[in-house]
């Protein structure tokens, strides 16, 4: 069978599709978002996560480092990152827990074990399996086969994707996916470029696409402040939408910081124009509205992050 990436398993999912849901998280994503709630996902390796508050200054991490990425400070464990494998190492020695190892490679045979163990609550919700990240179709045979396998056992399927994958792989995809979760960002392609490091054209056809197609889709836009929020790109965003065949709903995602302290844990630069702010609830109000007058049907949970 085929192995792939992963960094979490979440149970008992309720906002990431139909019913209650097993929601697991592929590493490795195209976008560089810079309000990615988990850019831990974003490198395709294992990243090794540093807890300051939980480390004692043994030194055994130090020690045992292969390639001598570790060096200790007073003020802790410091990591040059150009030397680091991410081979966990220092994770397995720590003895206080401060280091993590974020991410591990899983065969499609142990990853269908998890998930069938959650089958009684996907058959009383209604609910399912979904494959998020990071960027499921970034491992696009691996999806293919864990997607395959839930077939088999008659759960449902949702991919959770930011629609930049080749059209090829997409459409193999989409014939094995009950429903995608579909992200919409930035509409205009430069801007789009500019702040996630990758061109929009490719998403956008790719949208055009399932729905011509006729498959089960809901768009997903993260309502981020100074970035996505502006009223040219939510009308450019309504505009976009209107044109498609049998319009999907829409569910607006409201900003929160979750990812300040991540960057901070894992060492990473706090990507420029992030800065923790929050829309208020007239605000995301106003978003909605901007949707729905040109006749699309939003969605907006006060909890859900972007």
């Known amino acids: 069978m085929k192995s792939g990436t992963i960094f979490d398993i979440k149970r008992y999912a309720v906002h990431d599709g139909p019913g209650i849901r097993t929601t697991v998280f592929f590493k490795g994503c195209p976008l560089r978002c810079p309000w990615c709630h988990n850019p831990e996902s ?17 030194g055994r991490c130090v020690e045992a480092c292969p390639k001598g990425a570790l060096r200790l400070t007073e003020s802790g464990v410091v990591r040059d990152f150009a030397l680091c494998s991410g081979c966990g190492t220092c994770t397995e020695v720590c003895p206080s827990g401060a280091m993590e190892r974020v991410g591990r490679w899983i065969s499609c045979e142990e990853l269908i074990a998890e998930i069938e163990r959650d089958v ?96 089960q889709v809901e768009v997903r836009i993260p309502v981020i402040p100074a970035m996505t929020d502006g009223r040219d790109n939510i009308e450019a965003a309504a505009a976009f939408l209107c044109s498609l065949v049998n319009p999907p709903t829409v569910r607006l995602l409201p900003f929160h910081r979750t990812a300040l302290e991540k960057y901070k844990r894992f060492g990473m630069e706090v990507p420029s124009g992030y800065d923790g702010k929050q829309l208020s609830e007239i605000d995301m109000q106003g978003v909605a509205r901007l949707l729905e007058i040109r006749g699309l049907s939003v969605i907006y949970e006060k909890r859900r992050i972007a």
């Open 120 to 215: 009684p609550f996907f058959d009383e919700s209604g609910g399912g399996v979904t494959f998020s990240g990071g960027e499921p179709l970034a491992q696009p045979e691996f999806l293919t086969e864990m997607l395959d396998l839930c077939a088999e056992r008659e759960i449902h399927r949702t991919v959770d994707t930011c629609g930049f994958a080749d059209p090829k792989i997409l459409a193999t995809i989409a014939g094995k996916t009950d429903l995608f979760l579909f992200d919409i960002k930035i509409i205009d392609p430069e801007l789009h470029r500019k702040i996630t490091g990758q061109d929009n054209g490719r998403i956008m056809e790719n949208l055009r696409w399932l729905c011509e197609k006729e498959y």
């Open 42 to 58: 974003q490198s395709s390796s294992p990243t090794v996560l540093y807890r300051h508050n939980l480390c004692v200054a043994c």
